[in-house]
Structure formats: structure tokens, C-alpha cells
């Protein structure tokens, strides 16, 4: 503290340094020549005080020049020591740091070494130390360098990705809207259709109804004029003027006048407007109309087998036990190696258990798929068993439970749906399952690691007996 002090005293107000060249003032304080020269020159009073100096000379102080430039010359010393490694001192010992503690990485001198807080730790001179630990910062900065080139190379990979994926989403959209402007140009034209149809119809129907009316109107307006002159007669009371009368005007009556009801030849022609389907399931049948112009379709697939006791239907869409003609067979639960579709061949080829109630049967679809994403159906119907899927990826179920291929991942979905929807996406190796009554999402398979081509697949279970629920490849 009294350091600090002496040094307060030696230190300039104006310029807070070591006085350079130190004056004192008549008021007695003391300013560095320059300092309270500058600061006279533009107000004549003490910068401190403020008392008037009155042009009185400045008059040097050497007790306090000197002992400011010995002050000076301390603190130049100091700051040299500090900025020198060899000058160093042990704060606690007041020795040179001539050591380096590698186990607390820190410097030490020789009294640190031998005492309590060290012992046992590993020492090493410090020039020795310094080479090692610039060899490991040499190598750290080298492999910071490396990953610095390799952060960089993912960043402008991930830059290249969000660009690629906002020009995706944007080709997405494009077609998105693309699509949907088709679908909306084929409704707007068979909305305009429909209403000309129901327009033609209303036309038709008013010119036969106007018709009719106008016939009417005529009727009754010669039926008014008949009754007048009817009863115009009727209101003579002399029998000869009567007769007379009526004979002349009845001659004048042509055969539409004559005395005959009309009424009864005339009837109201109702005419009830009617679209037929279009007007009760009006949107159900542009739907199935959509679907012959909706591209891509759902892909078809076609079943066949060479079971004797499992029957296709003549249009490949349904497959069934026939119990009729099942003869006895080795039990065999997994799908055989000759009849798969890893040996090329084209057609299903099933497998199934037999014990005494159940058999389970599974096949590959004939169609193989290669590249691009594809969509099919299949009637799964009121089944509490069933695998539905590709080849090693698929999705199944066995009553209540829905779970997944590979590590047999419980699926959280508690609707039975009676029609399930596939959608493989080869490119991304993806697949999805759907309630294809009302394409709710049930599940996606991800990174199924798929060796393409793949096959559609398909496993139930049936008991004995006629199967009165066969699996089917839904069609529209």
C-alpha cells in the first residue's frame, strides 16, 4: 500500500503518468512541464485548485525530478521482469520458475518441488517441457486444421443439401399443384357437364309443361267465352226467341265451341328433373370416374401358385384354401429355398405349417420391383393374423398387436382395418402401411436396407375347412 501511495504522489493530475520534467506552482502543486504548460495556455489557473497563477514562472522541482525518474526506472524494470521467462519469480518463494510441474501443468521452482503440495508429481526443466508441450500444441493445431478443412467440406455439403432440398420441395410443389390442377380441371369439367345435362333437361321439361299451359289458357278462355254467350240465351224467358236465339248462335260455333267437357283432355305434365346416380352419389361416382384417369395407378399385382391346396382365382386376385384337395404335406415353417424368389422364380411358391387345426401359408407376388415407388392394396378382411409387406420388411399382425419386421418394434395403432395400403419408395428405401379405407398412417419402415429387386409379400393363417375369406389384391 505505501508503494502505491509513493507512486500517487509521483504521478501527474493531467496526464496520470510519472512526472516527466515536474514543475510546481506558486499554490504548491506539482504537473509534468508540458502538461501544465498546455493546460495554461488556454486558462491561467491551477488545474487543481483553481487559484490564478498571475504569469509567475514555473519553477522546477529536482527532488521530485529525481525521484520520478527513479520511479520511472522501477517500473520499466518491473515490466522488463515481467516479460522475461528468466526473470520470473515463484510468488510464494521468491525463486525463478525454473521447473514445470507436468502433473499439475503448471511452473514451479526447486523449493515447489521438494515441498508438501508436490510430492509425488512429475517435474521437468522448463525448456524441456516447453519443446514437448509446443509438439503437442503443433500436432493439436495441425488436427484442429484438419477438422477445421473437414467441418468446412460438411458445412458446404449440408449448404448443398438445404439448397437441393428447397429446390425438391419446390419441384414438389410444382407438381403437387400440377396434380392437383388436374384433378380439379377433370371436376370443373364434369361439373360443367353435368349442370348442361341438368339444364337440357330443365329446358326440355319447361317448353312440354309451357305447352301445356298455353292449352289451358286457351281452353279456358274459350270455355269463358262459351259460358257467356251460353248464358246470355239462357237469360230469355220467351220459348220462339229462346230457340231462336240459340239456333242462330249455335250455328256460328265451330266444333271446338261445341257443348263438350275439355277439361278432361287436358293434364298437368309433371316432368320430375333427375341426374339418376349423379344426384344421390354424385361425388362417389366422379371418384370412380377419377380413377380411371388418376396416373400411376396402383400397381397390379397378380397371385399364383403351384399348391394343390391353395386356389387362384382365374383373374389372379384372390387366394384361397381349398380343403377338398389337400393332400399331406411335411411341415415346413420357413419359405423354401427352391421356391423363393431369390432363385428367379416368377410365381408364388407358399410354405405353410400343418398341425391339426391351423396352416399358415405365405408367397412373393410375380411382380418384381426395381427402382421408383410403387402403391398396392390388400383385403385383409376381418383376419386376426397376417403379414403384409416385402420380402424381410413388412408389417404384421396377430391379434391385438401390429409389429414389424427385424427387431420385432411394437407398433402403436389400435384400428383393424379391413384393406391395408403399401407404399415402397426404392429410392429411399421406405415403407409405409396405411388403412386404405381412409389412408390413415400406420407405420413407416425406414432404412429397411432392401436388395432390390423386391417382391410383394403376403402371410395368413387359416384353419380347416372351406376359407370363406380369402386375401385379395384390391383392384378398382
Not at 25 to 38: E, P, V
Not at 330 to 340: E, K
Not at 350 to 374: C, I, K, L, W
Not at 389 to 410: A, D, H, I, R, W
Request: net charge negative.
Amino acid at each position: 500500500m505505501a508503494s502505491a501511495s509513493y507512486t500517487d504522489d509521483l504521478t501527474c493530475s493531467i496526464c496520470l503518468k510519472i512526472f516527466s520534467d515536474p514543475v510546481i506552482l506558486l499554490c504548491g502543486h506539482s504537473f509534468c512541464r508540458d502538461c501544465i504548460t498546455l493546460s495554461l495556455s488556454s486558462l491561467p489557473q491551477c488545474p487543481q485548485c483553481r487559484a490564478a497563477t498571475l504569469g509567475k514562472p514555473l519553477l522546477t522541482s529536482h527532488i521530485l525530478k529525481s525521484l520520478a525518474e527513479k520511479e520511472a526506472e522501477k517500473l520499466r524494470r518491473k515490466t522488463r521482469n515481467d516479460e522475461g521467462v528468466d526473470d520470473w519469480l515463484c510468488p510464494e518463494h521468491e525463486e525463478k520458475l525454473k521447473l514445470f510441474c507436468v502433473t499439475d501443468q503448471q511452473l514451479a521452482c526447486i523449493i515447489c518441488r521438494d515441498g508438501e503440495r508436490h510430492e509425488g508429481h512429475k517435474f521437468k526443466p522448463i525448456r524441456e517441457a516447453a519443446a514437448s508441450v509446443r509438439r503437442e500444441l503443433e500436432m493439436f493445431v495441425e488436427q484442429v486444421s484438419d477438422d477445421i478443412c473437414a467441418i468446412e467440406s460438411l458445412a458446404n455439403t449440408q449448404r448443398e443439401e438445404i439448397t437441393e432440398t428447397k429446390e425438391t420441395s419446390q419441384q414438389l410443389m410444382t407438381q403437387i399443384y400440377r396434380q392437383f390442377e388436374e384433378m380439379h380441371q377433370f371436376l370443373r369439367k364434369r361439373e360443367d357437364e353435368i349442370k348442361k345435362d341438368l339444364k337440357h333437361k330443365e329446358e326440355e321439361a319447361v317448353e312440354k309443361m309451357s305447352e301445356m299451359l298455353n292449352a289451358m289458357e286457351t281452353a279456358l278462355s274459350e270455355n269463358r267465352e262459351l259460358e257467356g254467350k251460353v248464358t246470355s240465351v239462357l237469360k230469355i224467358t220467351d220459348a220462339e226467341r229462346f230457340l231462336k236465339s240459340w239456333t242462330e248462335e249455335n250455328s256460328t260455333m265451330s266444333e271446338k265451341h261445341s257443348l263438350r267437357p275439355r277439361g278432361r283432355n287436358l293434364q298437368v305434365v309433371n316432368t320430375s328433373l333427375s341426374l339418376g346416380p349423379h344426384e344421390s352419389h354424385l361425388q362417389f361416382f366422379m371418384w370412380k370416374e377419377m380413377l380411371q384417369v388418376i396416373q400411376p395407378r396402383a400397381a397390379e399385382l397378380s397371385l399364383q401358385t403351384d399348391s394343390r391346396n391353395i386356389t387362384v382365382s382365374e383373374d389372379g386376385k384372390n387366394l384361397m384354401y381349398s380343403p377338398n384337395i389337400v393332400q399331406s404335406q411335411q411341415y415346413n415353417s420357413m419359405f423354401a429355398p427352391s421356391a423363393c424368389h431369390f432363385c428367379g422364380s416368377s410365381r408364388f411358391k407358399p410354405s405353410y405349417s400343418e398341425d391339426t387345426s391351423v396352416r399358415f401359408a405365405s408367397v412373393f407376388s410375380s411382380n418384381q420391383f426395381t427402382s421408383g415407388q410403387h402403391y398396392w392394396e390388400i383385403e385383409v378382411g376381418k383376419r386376426d393374423y397376417w403379414k403384409v409387406g416385402v420380402q424381410n420388411n413388412y408389417l404384421s399382425y396377430n391379434e391385438p398387436k401390429y409389429v414389424t419386421s427385424g427387431q420385432n418394434t411394437e407398433v402403436s395403432f389400435t384400428g383393424t382395418p379391413r384393406k391395408i395400403g403399401i407404399y415402397l419408395d426404392c429410392l429411399s428405401q421406405e415403407l409405409s402401411f396405411y388403412d386404405a379405407e381412409n389412408m390413415t398412417h400406420i407405420h413407416t419402415l425406414t432404412d429397411c436396407s432392401m436388395s432390390l429387386p423386391v417382391t410383394a409379400y403376403f402371410e395368413y393363417k387359416f384353419s380347416k375347412g372351406a376359407d370363406h375369406n380369402p386375401l385379395r389384391v384390391c383392384w378398382f
